[in-house]
Nanobody
Framework: QVQLVESGGRLVQAGGSLRLSCSAS????????MGWFRQAPGKEREFVAA????????YYADSVKGRFTTSRDNAENTVYLQMNSLKPEDTAIYYC???????????????????WGQGTQVTVSS
């Protein structure tokens, strides 16, 4: 079992930055690739980023590539999402999740995830 708790979401102006954190409990955290998804009101959940168990392989949605960076600290059981140059269209609830493919290559699809956090709200004002 892995329990995930996101934090760091808040209201920020366009062009600003935020760092989201996802703290995990459970001894198997380091065996999972970790992903970030988001869901805006009235829209479907979408993939944002994923990182392999080792942190070597990273994957990003085209909409955030070059602006967002994901990283992890397995010693601290934490994964991060650094978000720069934020846009109003980045407004959403952001979720972290644990992907059963530890290398991350199939972690763009939500169906490949075993555990999800409760989400943290990010609001970007124009």
């Amino acid at each position: 079992q892995v329990q995930l708790v996101e934090s760091g979401g808040r209201l920020v102006q366009a062009g600003g930055s935020l760092r989201l954190s996802c703290s995990a409990s459970g001894r198997t955290f380091s065996s999972y690739a970790m992903g970030w998804f988001r869901q805006a009101p009235g829209k479907e959940r979408e993939f944002v980023a994923a990182i392999s168990w080792s942190g070597v392989n990273k994957y990003y949605a085209d909409s955030v590539k070059g602006r967002f960076t994901t990283s992890r600290d397995n010693a601290e059981n934490t994964v991060y999402l650094q978000m720069n140059s934020l846009k109003p269209e980045d407004t959403a609830i952001y979720y972290c999740a644990a992907c059963r493919n530890s290398f991350g290559s199939s972690c763009r699809e939500g169906e490949n995830y075993d555990y999800w956090g409760q989400g943290t709200q990010v609001t970007v004002s124009s």
